[in-house]
């Protein structure tokens, strides 16, 4: 039986090509993104009962909205992934303006806080369901340069801990360290060097899998998708 599957940041990279392996595999995604032509090109691609959504996650009221229109349309989710993400433009923090870092805080914890509010509470109630808050290896370790984006990331890492002592016996939440994979957010990053990297082709055949095995009994652990 296939599973109902929440997806953040679904318009490009990690996010579309998860949304691609999960339906091939049989499961229901129920996604968002911010960028409309995505969620207009995702939605054309993949109809009903899959549904998607031009959301911004650090829109409380407007997450709140999304997460009961999700419910109403295909119940109550057994994975939310939390992969929405934002990096900032590498630089030393004393050149990062105040709007950026801000932006970086908004999306990368803001958000998951967002979505993990509203997706929580009937889910607990029934008492099943697994939340993946995407991590980076910049979650658990520091470079130059990117430090409001390791902050968020090391942010995450605390919060799905903590948040995973909240849950009852049959749930769990993982902090997930996808790996170095070559995405725009990478090039940010690497420039020409990130196409040194893993391909996402090659990530999502090792990723989706590893998501679908995760189990209650990885409640809290700090997780990084083999390969």
Known sequence: MGKHIVITGVSQGLGRAMVAAFIAAGHTVSGCARSPGAIAELTSQYPSPHQFATLDIRDDVAVKAWAE???AANGLPDLVINNAGLVNRPAPLWTISAAECDAVIAVNLSGTFNVLRHFAPPMVERQSGIFVNFSSGWGRSTSPGVAPYCATKWGVEGLTQ????????GMAAVALNPGIIHTAMLETCYGDDAAAYTPIAAWVKAAVPYILSLQPSDNGRALTVPG
């Open 162 to 169: 903590s948040f995973a002592q909240d849950l009852p016996p």
């Open 69 to 71: 229109a999700v419910m």
